[in-house]
């Protein structure tokens, strides 16, 4: 019922920066926070940002001071600000919304967009 698309991603030095974009299409009026996680080759995946309907946020701490969710909610769309990229950064980012169904809680992904951070 919600559909993500994620862009942003790319291959950036250490120290440099990114945005990621999330737009999301569908159901929209059931999303009651999105975030984004982000997986590394041989590692789980993890939650690197979220922000409730209610504005709320938070942030994993390896990437607090670094990092900042945002959204326009005319545009549908989250944003990952991301500063003082660490090459520890790399990994796909996965945009997430939590939707409110009939019959509970559903998790919405998108495809992933690749973060490369290397000198």
């Known amino acids: 019922q919600v559909q993500l698309v994620e862009s942003g991603g790319g291959l950036v030095q250490p120290g440099g920066s990114l945005r990621l974009s999330c737009a999301a299409s569908?159901?929209?009026?059931?999303?009651?926070?999105m975030g984004w996680y982000r997986q590394a080759p041989g590692k789980e995946r993890e939650q690197v940002a979220a922000i409730t309907s209610g504005g709320s946020t938070n942030y994993a701490d390896s990437v607090k001071g670094r990092f900042t969710i945002s959204r326009d909610n005319a545009k549908n769309t989250v944003y990952l600000q991301m500063n003082s990229l660490k090459p520890e950064d790399a990994a796909v980012y996965y945009c997430?919304?939590?939707?409110?169904?009939?019959?509970?809680?559903?998790?919405?992904w998108g495809q992933g967009t690749q973060v490369t951070v290397s000198s």
């Open positions: 997430h919304a939590k939707e409110l169904r009939s019959r509970g809680w559903y998790d919405n």
């Open positions: 569908g159901s929209i009026f059931s999303i009651n926070a």
